[in-house]
C-alpha cells in the first residue's frame, strides 16, 4: 500500500532501467475521444489529458489493487494457521504461566 504513494520514485527507476535496456521513454500521445453528450446530463465523467496520469490511474493503481487485494486474501488464512499454531512455535514455549495455558487449550479445542 506504501508503494502507490511511490509513484515518482518507480517512474524514475522505471525510465533509468528503459533507458538501459534502450527502450522507449515517452508515452504516446493520443487523440482526445469525442463523448457524446445528451442534453439532460448534469456532470461530466473526467477524463485525462495527459498520458502519463492516464497509465497512472487506470495501469499502476488498477494493478496494485488487484496485488494488494490477492495479498490479503491469500494471507489471510495462512495467519490463522500461524495462529492455531503459535502454542508450539519457539517463543511461546519459552513463555511460562496461564497465557501457555491457554494457547495450549484453544489448540487442542480446535
Do not use: Y
Not at 28 to 41: L, Q, Y
Not at 93 to 102: I, K
Amino acid at each position: 500500500m506504501e508503494f502507490r504513494e511511490q509513484v515518482a520514485e518507480t517512474k524514475s527507476a522505471t525510465l533509468a532501467l528503459a533507458r538501459k535496456w534502450g527502450s522507449q521513454t515517452q508515452f504516446e500521445a493520443t487523440r482526445a475521444r469525442n463523448v457524446k453528450r445528451h442534453c439532460d446530463e448534469l456532470s461530466e465523467d473526467s477524463s485525462f489529458t495527459d498520458a502519463e496520469s492516464n497509465f497512472r490511474v487506470h495501469v499502476f493503481n488498477a494493478c496494485l489493487d488487484i496485488i494488494i487485494q490477492q495479498l490479503t486474501q491469500r494471507f489471510t488464512s495462512l495467519n490463522r494457521t500461524v495462529k492455531m499454531f503459535e502454542t508450539i512455535h519457539p517463543n511461546t514455549l519459552l513463555q511460562a504461566g496461564d497465557e501457555l495455558h491457554q494457547a495450549a487449550r484453544r489448540l487442542i479445542e480446535h
